[in-house]
């Protein structure tokens, strides 16, 4: 970990703290009665003669854990590792929400679907850029993926299937979201682990994290390099590896390397979010693609907590200005695809939010639990600028105050007239002309990244020439949400395709490993 990924750790540890989620509670949360087995007793346990497993799996989290399952049922002995203390990854602060057609539970709802109809909503919301292949894979398995996970034990909110708020609306209702968001999906897949544990098919290493992805001389993966957590590393070989390490929201240096527009976004993903499949896949000579398609959601508040509610469930009073002091977007588009590209094209890629003294009295403010005194709070801190006239106010921001005047004089006439000229924005209900006037400053927020390991049909690495890596797998967030939801983000398309792929790989996985039977397979110590 270099000292730039520390301190971006410490900063997503406090980020993680901030929305009520500790490190510990993570650990508390999926310790209990799973066993882990320790680093020294499979080190001692393995023999080379007695290969440990068939097929690792790096990442014991939303992808990882229904790859394990998937795999240990197709007879194979698995050894599946995490860097963090507890398993279960995003899933423990994910929404959660999941997407797919003709599930039992929708079909029993009476509602119209098929998954044509949602490979066409995600290509055409994802502007055509998404992986047609893999997002047909994943859209024609999603049903079986969510009546498994009913059969598992996972409950869904009765709304389930809904339109989902947070993102463009698909032509059908198809989200599923279980009451306590990602850790309902968590629950009964650590009860379905467990079993396999117990069982002993799968091994599970936890504080253990993959450095190397290890290749003999035709550049067949044959196995992980592991650090445990006191630094000491091991060589584990294996027949098949199964890269199911996450995405890159938290790695400061790889987003200042790929995407540094949106690099001092605020980061809301867990810290093990560092990206860390890529570089060793990359290392193993697979390419890297969509590296450019960050999404970067607007609204966050920077420097302090909280996050703007967006229509429906919200409508701001007020309007929002770019650092220039100009409007930018309708506020109120319905479609937040149109708020999140507008948002990208901004050159500071910050804006804020424009209030009057009447937001206040009705308690506008758009901040999800906001109230009166927090706004308060937050102007004596310093971050949300108060002023008795829209030029004051200007100059508090340090924006161009003529602009600003102009657009807020701008906005009024609109009000005026009912016609918003420039976005043709809907609500005008009321201009912006009674002091105190406020600025909230927003800025993105990172929950996923759309960048990862370029593979193929059957979720095999493949180099930048279309060459298969072989031995080597990947899916979950590791492979970019980008592979389903091109240069948008789609409800329910992380989630769901990363539990989807993760057993497709598995089971792709599990077949190569059998006609690898042929080879010894061992397992070897080189402790340094
Ligand atoms: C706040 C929030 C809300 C979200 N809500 C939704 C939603 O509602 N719907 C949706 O579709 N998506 C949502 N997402 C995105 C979604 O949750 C993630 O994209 C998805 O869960 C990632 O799954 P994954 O298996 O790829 O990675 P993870 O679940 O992150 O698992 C990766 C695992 O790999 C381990 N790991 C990493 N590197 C190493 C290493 N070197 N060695 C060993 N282990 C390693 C990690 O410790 C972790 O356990 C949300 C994300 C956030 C942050």
């Known amino acids: 970990m270099s000292k730039g990924e520390s301190v971006d750790r ?34 001692t346990a393995i023999k080379p003669s007695n290969p440990i497993a068939d097929l690792v799996i790096v990442g014991a989290g939303n992808a990882g854990i229904p790859a394990a399952i998937q795999a240990a049922d197709l007879g194979v002995r698995v050894l599946l590792v995490d860097k963090n203390p507890f398993i279960g990854g995003m899933l423990n602060i994910s929404g959660g929400h999941i997407s797919g057609a003709d599930s039992k539970l929708q079909i029993e709802k009476g509602i119209e679907d098929s998954p044509a109809l949602h490979y066409r909503d995600a290509m055409r919301m994802g502007k055509y850029s998404n992986n047609s292949e893999l997002l047909k894979i994943a859209v024609e398995n999603a049903a079986a993926m969510i009546d498994w996970l009913a059969e598992i034990g996972v409950e869904f909110t009765p709304e389930s299937p809904f339109f989902e708020d947070d993102h463009e609306h698909y032509s059908s209702a198809r989200t599923y979201m279980g009451p306590d968001y990602g850790r309902s999906l968590l629950g009964p897949l650590r009860t379905e682990l467990e079993k396999r544990i117990d069982r002993g098919d799968i091994k599970l290493l936890l504080r253990a994290k993959v450095t190397k992805l290890l290749q003999d001389d035709s550049g067949t993966v044959t196995g992980i390099a592991v650090d445990d957590d006191s630094g000491k590393a091991s060589d584990f070989m294996a027949k098949a590896v199964i890269l199911t390490t996450g995405g890159y929201g938290a790695s400061q240096v790889l987003k200042e390397k790929y995407n540094p527009k949106i690099a001092k976004s605020k980061v809301v993903c867990l810290p093990h979010a560092s990206g860390d499949g890529l570089i060793m896949a990359q290392q193993a000579g697979a390419e890297l693609i969509n590296m450019g398609h960050f999404v970067s959601f607007p609204g966050a508040i920077d420097g302090a907590r909280g996050r703007l509610m967006f229509p429906p469930k919200h409508y701001p009073q007020g309007i929002w200005v770019n650092k220039q002091g100009e409007r930018f977007v309708n506020e109120h588009a319905i479609n937040p695809d149109e708020r999140e590209r507008a948002f990208l094209a901004q050159t500071d890629f910050g804006y804020f939010m424009i209030l009057d003294k009447k937001s206040k009295i009705n308690n506008e403010i758009g901040v999800k639990d906001w109230d009166q005194q927090q706004l308060d709070r937050q102007v004596s801190s310093g971050i949300v600028k108060k002023a008795q006239s829209i030029r004051g106010l200007g100059r508090k921001m340090g924006i161009p105050v003529q602009q600003l005047v102009k657009t807020v004089t701008e906005y009024n006439r609109s009000v005026v007239t009912g016609v918003d000229e420039k976005f043709n924005r809907q609500r005008l209900d009321s201009p912006i002309d009674e002091g105190p006037f406020y600025s909230i400053p927003i800025t993105g927020s990172i929950l996923i990244s759309h960048g990862g390991v370029a593979v193929n049909h059957l979720l095999q690495a493949v180099e930048s020439s279309g060459k298969v890596i072989d031995g080597l ?11 389903m939801m091109g240069t948008a983000v789609l409800s329910g398309m992380s989630v769901g395709p990363a539990i989807t792929l993760g057993r497709i790989a598995a089971r792709n996985a599990c077949q190569y490993t059998q006609s690898q039977d042929s080879r010894v397979a061992s397992c070897l110590i080189t402790e340094t």
């Open 473 to 483: 797998y990947a899916a979950g967030e590791t492979i970019g949400s980008a592979q």
């Open 10 to 43: 410490r900063r997503a540890i406090k980020r993680t703290v901030a929305l009520g989620v500790s490190m510990g509670t993570l650990g508390a949360m999926n310790s209990g009665p799973l066993r882990a087995n320790e680093f020294e007793s499979i080190k």
